[in-house]
């Protein structure tokens, strides 16, 4: 029933930029916070960003502010993330989900990879 599917991921060059998406269906986009979280090769989860329901207040993790932004549409359903300046350390699966009262849903992810 819920369903986040993320997109944007791919290739780019160190200090390049990169826009992710998270298009949400299955329930009220609107009335849920939404987050981001990565995994890099041979570590952990590592939350990125988050962003309230109506888009006003957003937090992020120390390794990403100044150079990430995350954003949504709710008309259009749709979470963004926003890279710039983008470093090798950064590359890993990007994974968008909603916390709702009695369950966590995650979307498949979304590779991105910086490399020279």
């Known amino acids: 029933e819920v369903q986040l599917v993320e997109s944007g991921g791919g290739l780019v060059q160190p200090g390049g930029s990169l826009r992710l998406s998270c298009a949400a269906s299955?329930?009220?986009?609107?009335?849920?916070?939404m987050s981001w979280v990565r995994q890099a090769p041979g570590k952990g989860l590592e939350w990125v960003s988050a962003?309230?329901?109506?888009?006003?207040?957003?937090s992020y993790a120390d390794s990403v502010k100044g150079r990430f932004t995350i954003s949504r549409d709710n008309a259009k359903n749709t979470l963004y993330l926003q890279m710039n300046s983008l470093k090798p350390e950064d590359t890993g699966r990007y994974v968008c989900?909603?916390?709702?009262?009695?369950?966590?849903?995650w979307g498949q992810g979304t590779q991105v990879t910086v490399s020279s």
């Open positions: 962003i309230n329901s109506g888009g006003g207040s957003t």
């Open positions: 299955g329930f009220t986009f609107s009335s849920y916070a």
């Open positions: 989900y909603v916390d709702q009262p009695l369950r966590r849903t």
